[in-house]
């Protein structure tokens, strides 16, 4: 890992932009199989290029290349690995085993069925292509900064991908797949610290809703809804085993994990809201050097909730609302802050936003002008704080 010098409260991004209009309808024609590959990457490379410039302008610290070749934070996959096929959230009402749970949740979530689309296990998983090696290495050219990569977590990929019906006959059960789920990710996490990649953020939204909703409740994200065990405790602690299992023993890059209430709607009552302390236990045997957590609505809960986890755990902490147009102030994100800075170090706490812009490509939950308002917001907020 390159020795940047990051100054004191350094600010950071969760992954995604919005993705321009040019970047939205080639991703969609990418998915018909209707634009060449090179025609692609170059659109791809001119939305990338852009992203890093708003960061800049922006002032942010260490920037990600805003996700912009991806339809989503975790369908991606499909174009990297053998054995996986995306299907939306329509297509895949014809294979969950409860139905009526499965559409009463659509009709809860304020998604749209046939855009959103979900990686699906149907044979044996076989990377044929790097997951974001690519995507690193062309950010890389462009700037001098640090890189912040994301991921979808072990667990995430684990629970969405392994539906019974499709996954069944080459991985009997959820932790025959998380193996090699594992063994994929911890491959990439390598290559990226062996590329020079700064950090490297596992995105684990799911685990608010395990701990919160509890099994079998309404469901709140898409991939909860699929496979389960028969308690939350067993599941956060197999979401410990599986990200351990994939950072241990790998120095040299920082490891973030990812953690939000959902962020595709504008409607926060379509969204989770809970307090992270039932998540606290498990978050403290990570052996991730970070947590990104949102806190910029009080869907959170306190942050003093954070002061409970060891002393070298960073904290990404979520100031900055990316569902909506209001600016947060310098005076909001030091109230915010306060409670950690009293207890903690300032290197060891990055300011983020709560989540990304453009979790799905074709449902921003903000515009690009907005976004660099609120970065450039976070960066005021940041040196102000300095």
């Not at 072990?154 to 080459?170: A, F, I, N």
């Not at 059960?173 to 994929?184: F, H, I, N």
Request: proline fraction near 6%; charged fraction near 25%; glycine fraction near 6%.
């Amino acid at each position: 890992m390159t020795d940047y010098k990051l100054p004191n409260l350094p600010t950071t991004v969760v992954g995604s932009l919005p993705r321009p209009e040019a970047m939205r309808e080639a991703l969609k024609l990418k998915r018909k199989a209707r634009i060449s590959e090179q025609v692609f990457q170059q659109i791809a490379d001119d939305s990338v290029r852009a992203a890093v410039q708003l960061q800049e302008r922006a002032g942010i610290d260490v920037i990600s290349d805003g996700e912009m070749r991806r339809e989503n934070f975790y369908s991606f996959l499909a174009d990297c690995v053998d054995g996986i096929k995306l299907l939306s959230l329509a297509d895949l009402l014809d294979y969950v085993e409860d139905k009526a749970a499965f559409e009463r949740l659509l009709q809860s979530l304020d998604v749209p069925a046939f855009a959103i689309h979900n990686p699906v296990v149907e044979g044996k998983i076989k990377v044929k292509k790097p997951l974001a090696l690519d995507e690193f290495n062309y950010v890389r050219g462009l700037t001098n900064k640090p890189i912040k990569v994301a991921l979808p977590g072990p667990y995430l990929l684990t629970r969405s991908m392994w539906v019974k019906s499709l996954s069944y006959d080459t991985y009997p059960t959820k932790e025959s797949l998380g193996a090699d789920v594992v063994a994929m990710l911890r491959d990439e996490l390598i290559s990226l610290r062996d590329a020079g990649c700064f950090f490297v953020q596992f995105d684990e939204p799911v685990l608010s809703e395990v701990a919160f909703a509890g099994p079998h409740a309404t469901h709140t994200f898409m991939c909860a809804a699929f496979s389960e065990k028969a308690s939350p405790e067993q599941e956060l602690e197999f979401a410990v085993e599986l990200i351990n299992q994939v950072v241990q023993g790998v120095d040299g890059v920082k490891t973030g994990l990812h953690v939000c209430r959902g962020n595709w709607s504008r409607d926060d009552s379509v969204l989770l809201a809970g307090a992270y302390d039932p998540l606290i236990p498990y978050f403290s045997k990570m052996k991730v050097n970070q947590l990104v957590l949102e806190f910029a609505t009080d869907r959170a809960g306190p942050v003093e909730s954070l002061l409970k986890l060891p002393e070298e755990k960073e904290i990404g902490l979520g100031v900055m609302n990316p569902r909506t147009s209001e600016l947060e102030t310098p005076e909001f994100v030091k109230t915010k802050v306060a409670p950690l800075l009293a207890k903690r170090a300032p290197n060891s706490i990055f300011l983020n936003p709560d989540c990304g812009f453009g979790t799905f490509s074709d449902r921003p939950v903000n515009d690009w002008e907005t976004a660099e308002r609120k970065l450039s917001a976070l960066s005021v907020a940041a040196k102000s704080l300095r």
